[in-house]
């Protein structure tokens, strides 16, 4: 067995593969507790050792895939994930570059393209793309429309909140998040009493409609996703099945064959 092929065993075996969630996940605390100014003064050496190794690891199992898989590494967008969370933290943490010193949490993420729940998940939030950013145009289209609207009733009633148009589409925001809104519509509804009506059809229409919109979205892609996962297994296993189909009628086909020339051979008893 060639080492390439050794190698290829290595990465795809799942022994292998949880070992690098594990060392994912010790790395994730030591990164976490390096946050600790008390832990990091009495075992920051320990931290940073763990840290190389954990990054020397990574660094290893990418090189190791691109060996064995080549061009193909490359056309696999979680190997690409893997290679740009790993590849920041290679860079040097100092300098102009000590801000990206922090962003070598990301290598957690890697636990996204390892674990295959994680990637489903994320597959699905992807294919989702398409109809959320529909959503979210009319979303932002609805809230315009009532921010220009709170702007114009509300804006002399309570101009901390409704002075201008960019303070009411963050109040219009806020709302819509359920932060603090009956505290809002009070202030508003002091010198305006059917103000009401208006943060009523607004929370409505942008909470209990258009956001469960985006969660319908999510639901579908997913369920499209699933089928088609169940799609690709069906075909999957009926190759399989022909090919095992096929197998048999070789066989059968050479025994037939092989019978028919031990007839050959037979003398004739005449």
Do not use: C
């Not at 100014?37 to 199992?61: C, M, N, P, Q, S």
């Amino acid at each position: 067995m060639t080492l390439r092929a050794r190698l290829r065993r290595l990465v795809e075996d799942r022994r292998f593969q949880n070992l690098v969630i594990a060392v994912i996940i010790v790395n994730a605390v030591t990164l976490a507790l390096e946050t600790s100014r008390d832990i990091v003064a009495g075992y920051g050496g320990l931290l940073h050792t763990v840290d190389y190794i954990a990054l020397g690891i990574f660094v290893a199992e990418l090189l190791a895939k691109i060996y064995v898989y080549r061009g193909a590494f490359f056309r696999d967008g979680w190997n690409l994930f893997d290679l740009v969370v790993v590849g920041i933290a290679l860079v040097p943490a100092s300098g102009p570059f000590a801000v990206l010193r922090a962003l070598r949490i990301l290598r957690v993420l890697r636990l996204v393209s390892l674990v295959p729940s994680m990637r489903k998940v994320v597959a699905g939030l992807l294919a989702a793309v398409p109809g959320m950013a529909s959503i979210a145009a009319l979303l932002g289209l609805i809230v315009f429309v009532a921010g220009v609207m709170a702007t114009k009733l509300f804006g002399g009633i309570v101009p901390d909140d409704f002075g201008d148009l960019g303070t009411s589409l963050f109040t219009l925001f806020q709302v819509m998040t359920g932060e603090a809104w009956p505290d809002i519509a009070d202030a508003v509804m002091e010198r305006a009493p059917m103000a009401w009506i208006f943060f009523v059809v607004y929370i409505l229409v942008s909470s209990f409609a258009v956001l469960n919109l985006f969660i319908a979205v999510v639901v579908s892609a997913m369920e499209e996703q699933l089928r088609d996962e169940i799609r690709e297994e069906e075909d999957r296993q009926a190759a399989e099945q022909a090919a095992v189909n096929e197998q048999i009628l070789a066989e059968l086909r050479a025994l037939r064959a092989e019978v028919a020339r031990l007839r050959e051979r037979q003398p004739d008893p005449s």
